[in-house]
């Protein structure tokens, strides 16, 4: 079935540094979504994408939704303790039904 | 406001064997999901309820799992009979809108592991 390639798969950071991680697709997606799951937990929305080269932020958190339509990115400016957890990308497809389909996750490592 | 609700957060059964996970959405929420979560992966849509309706089910494994929301608001899952690659994590999710793209709010999900 269709896949979102999401990279990176890991990531370990020290505390202050910036990040970025982003999906791709081979398929042109109508919505990029990015949610963040904490261990025990379900995922949570950080941000919503609705239009090609959009930029959105949420305090520390920007994405953008590219031009292709097929990928799209996350930076976290400035990372704090709570921002470990897993980073899931997700997108609905264009022209299809409103299944959303997730990426497999890039889990964010905090060195103390 | 509370969250979603799912019960029980923890489930070890044998292979072969039967199990039920139950959801309670945020209130006024008429869109109901059940997401399967394999560990190092994303969450799969199983199943969407729009009410008591069902508007997608075409990922739910039909042969052995099931679903229902009778009266469209609590929801139950179940798999029967289990195999090994059920475990999994289950996540039930609401959203007020019928489009997936409304924010969904999960629950924290029931964990199952089949021996």
């Known amino acids: 079935g269709q896949q979102l390639n999401q990279s990176p798969q890991s990531m370990f950071i020290q505390e202050g540094e910036d990040v970025s991680m982003n999906c791709t697709s081979s398929s042109i997606f109508n919505t990029w979504l990015w949610y963040k799951q904490d261990p025990g937990e379900g995922p949570v929305l950080l941000i919503a994408l609705y239009k090609a080269g959009e930029l959105t932020s949420n305090g520390r958190l920007t994405a953008q939704f590219g031009i292709t339509r097929k990928d799209s990115f996350l930076n976290i400016s400035a990372s704090i303790p709570s921002d470990v957890g897993i980073y899931f990308c997700?997108?609905?497809?264009?022209?299809?039904?409103?299944?959303?389909?997730f990426g497999k996750g890039t889990r964010l490592h905090i060195l103390p | 406001e509370a969250g979603v609700a799912q019960s029980p957060r923890y489930k070890i059964i044998e292979k072969r064997q039967s199990v039920a996970f139950w959801c309670n959405p945020i209130?006024?929420?008429?869109?109901l999901y059940w997401y399967q979560q394999i560990l190092g992966q994303g969450p799969k849509l199983l199943i969407q309820f729009q009410n008591n309706g069902v508007v997608d089910d075409s990922q739910l494994p039909k042969d052995r799992f099931s679903a229902e929301r009778l009266k469209g608001v609590d929801s139950t899952l179940k798999i029967q009979p289990a195999k090994l690659e059920d475990s999994a994590v289950y996540l039930c999710?609401?959203?007020?809108?019928?489009?997936?793209?409304?924010?969904?709010?999960f629950g924290p999900g029931t964990r199952l592991t089949v021996t």
């Open positions: 209130s006024g929420h008429a869109t």
């Open positions: 999710a609401s959203s007020f809108g019928v489009r997936q793209t409304y924010e969904q709010y």
């Open positions: 997700a997108g609905q497809f264009m022209n299809r039904d409103d299944k959303i389909i």
